[in-house]
T-cell receptor, first 112, second 115 residues
């Protein structure tokens, strides 16, 4: 069972880059790393997913070192609307399902 | 709009009662997940269905049950409700049901208040 650890909260300012690191020391060979964003009283929203090295899409980048024991979500030039909770997930392989388990998340506050 | 529809949006009921929450997944998605989110517990995985069959189970109470129907919509039944069951209940769907397939789409949730 791959457990994730991420900071409880982070503060930033508009226009800055925000980097959130997640530790997952027990990640299994077949596990993928996924990040979600959640605004208050809304369902989480998929941001990005990766297996190794670097993945980039229109909203974020995900950096995964060779040992895959951690990953870093990078949000470029954040705005006030990026204030949210960010969750790091590691896929759990079971015989026939995927628990898609969320940890505590990182509460990011973007200030003017 | 994620494409996942949950009804009702709000529900207020008394302790001891039973309620049913409904979820319609995105078109083409075979997998449905149910989550409970309360202030002190975060997002708790309850159960996952894939193409009508139960695939993974989390910390779902015995008083709770779920099913996925042939048309792929899902229902979460909560019975003998207690005050502590008050929470936001989210449904999510994804195309498949493996760990590779972790791009799930969440509905807006049903806010259940037990009084």
């Amino acid at each position: 069972l791959a457990k994730t650890t991420q900071p409880i909260s982070m503060d930033s300012y508009e226009g800055q880059e925000v980097n959130i690191t997640c530790s997952h020391n027990n990640i299994a060979t077949n596990d993928y790393i996924t990040w979600y964003q959640q605004f208050p009283s809304q369902g989480p929203r998929f941001i990005i997913q990766g297996y190794k090295t670097k993945v980039t899409n229109e909203v974020a980048s995900l950096f995964i070192p060779a040992d895959r024991k951690s990953s870093t979500l990078s949000l470029p030039r954040v705005s006030l609307s990026d204030t949210a909770v960010y969750y790091c997930l590691v896929g759990e392989i079971e015989a026939a399902g995927n628990k898609l388990t969320f940890g505590g998340g990182t509460r990011v506050l973007v200030k003017p | 709009d994620s494409g996942v529809t949950q009804t009702p949006k709000h529900l207020i009921t008394a302790t001891g009662q039973r309620v049913t929450l409904r979820c319609s997944p995105r078109s083409g998605d075979l997998s449905v997940y149910w989550y409970q989110q309360s202030l002190d517990q975060g997002l708790q995985f309850l159960i996952q269905y894939y193409n009508g069959e139960e695939r993974a189970k989390g910390n779902i109470l015995e008083r709770f049950s779920a099913q996925q129907f042939p048309d792929l919509h899902s229902e979460l039944n909560l019975s003998s409700l207690e005050l502590g069951d008050s929470a936001l209940y989210f449904c999510a769907s994804s195309v498949g049901g493996t760990a590779r397939d972790t791009e799930a789409f969440f509905g807006q949730g049903t806010r259940l208040t037990v009084v």
